[in-house]
């Protein structure tokens, strides 16, 4: 072991310490019961019917997240990348600040704006557009435009760092050729983007699918997550074994889409 890699040995002993162990603790009390080692939870735990629409619930939310995201952010990422001087600053400090700004914060503002009394219901009477309010709070689609918004960073950013990259003249010299705008963009911009695509999406999705502040405070428990789920059963059944083993399952998922977006990344980019 040269020197170089005995710096890291602190820092991997400290995440052995607070992350490793914690985490091999969770995921032994998942499968251990008074008589050994048994997946009795997990078969009990996918037998409720509850528990895979919850499951089901848990990853529609994060997938229409993440191609919400993913709508607004891809031509946020272009108006970036052409973006110069001040203008390129607000941008990045409009993509940064919010940030710094904590989960429960925009969480709750969104679960203000929702209401019956809310900005968006008071907007949408003055216009004329409705006689009454709509119900937005605790319904899905709030949940997914709330998410949507506080993990938009996470989306803007990998696809803004991709496509500032770009050669402004490849499209032109498609154009040269012949090639029409939407010939272009699929042909041309698009695969090229492709990674900052994938790799937004898997931080987004990985994000949407463990959020818990945001949809207790949205939605609460009418449609509850995964997430909540896990709360649920170690706060208030005190229910250790099923809280572990939903922690399990919500973990494979994120490690799943970690993995495969990662091979998506590799292979696009020996593609490219």
Same mark, same amino acid.
């Given at each position: 072991?040269?020197? #170089?890699?005995?710096?890291?040995?602190?820092?991997?002993?400290?995440?052995?310490?607070?992350?490793? +162990?914690?985490?091999?603790?969770?995921?032994?009390?998942?499968?251990?019961?008074?008589?050994?080692?048994?997946?009795?939870?997990?078969?009990?735990?996918?037998?409720?019917?509850?528990?895979?629409?919850?499951?089901?619930? @848990?990853?529609?939310?994060?997938? +229409?997240?993440?191609?919400? &995201?993913?709508? #607004?952010?891809?031509?946020? &990422?272009?108006?970036?990348?052409?973006?110069?001087?001040?203008?390129?600053?607000?941008? +990045?400090?409009?993509?940064?600040?919010?940030? %710094?700004?904590?989960?429960?914060?925009?969480?709750?503002?969104? %679960?203000?704006?929702?209401?019956?009394?809310?900005?968006?219901?008071?907007?949408?009477?003055?216009?004329?557009? !409705?006689?009454?309010?709509?119900?937005?709070?605790?319904?899905?689609?709030?949940?997914?435009?709330?998410?949507?918004?506080?993990?938009?960073?996470?989306?803007?950013?990998? #696809?803004?760092? /991709? /496509?500032?990259?770009?050669? &402004?003249?490849?499209?032109?010299?498609?154009?040269?050729?012949?090639?029409?705008?939407?010939?272009?963009?699929?042909?041309?911009?698009?695969?090229?983007?492709?990674?900052?695509?994938?790799?937004? %999406? &898997?931080? @987004?999705?990985?994000?949407?699918?463990?959020?818990?502040? !945001?949809?207790?405070? !949205?939605?609460?428990?009418?449609?509850?997550?995964?997430?909540?789920?896990?709360?649920?059963?170690?706060?208030? +059944?005190?229910?250790?074994?099923?809280?572990?083993?939903?922690?399990?399952?919500?973990?494979? !998922?994120?490690?799943? /889409?970690?993995?495969?977006? %990662? #091979?998506?990344?590799?292979?696009?980019?020996?593609?490219?």
């Amino acid at each position: 072991m040269n020197r #170089i890699t005995l710096l890291a040995v602190p820092a991997l002993g400290f995440l052995a310490i607070v992350y490793a +162990l914690p985490l091999l603790m969770l995921l032994a009390k998942s499968v251990s019961t008074a008589d050994g080692l048994s997946l009795a939870e997990y078969r009990s735990f996918f037998a409720d019917e509850h528990n895979m629409r919850v499951i089901w619930r @848990t990853l529609r939310v994060a997938a +229409l997240t993440t191609l919400l &995201a993913l709508v #607004i952010a891809y031509p946020t &990422a272009f108006a970036m990348s052409r973006a110069k001087g001040p203008w390129l600053t607000v941008y +990045l400090v409009a993509m940064v600040l919010p940030m %710094s700004l904590g989960v429960v914060v925009k969480a709750f503002a969104w %679960s203000i704006l929702f209401r019956a009394n809310g900005a968006l219901n008071d907007a949408l009477q003055w216009l004329g557009l !409705i006689e009454r309010p709509v119900r937005m709070l605790f319904t899905e689609t709030a949940l997914v435009v709330g998410a949507a918004n506080v993990f938009l960073p996470f989306m803007v950013l990998p #696809i803004y760092a /991709v /496509v500032r990259q770009l050669d &402004a003249r490849l499209p032109e010299a498609a154009a040269s050729l012949g090639a029409t705008p939407m010939f272009r963009f699929f042909n041309v911009t698009l695969p090229l983007t492709l990674p900052g695509v994938v790799a937004g %999406s &898997a931080f @987004t999705f990985s994000l949407a699918v463990s959020m818990y502040v !945001i949809p207790s405070l !949205i939605v609460g428990e009418r449609q509850q997550t995964m997430s909540m789920l896990i709360a649920r059963s170690f706060l208030y +059944l005190r229910n250790e074994p099923l809280g572990s083993t939903i922690s399990a399952v919500l973990l494979a !998922i994120a490690v799943a /889409v970690v993995v495969l977006s %990662s #091979i998506a990344a590799r292979r696009l980019g020996a593609r490219q």
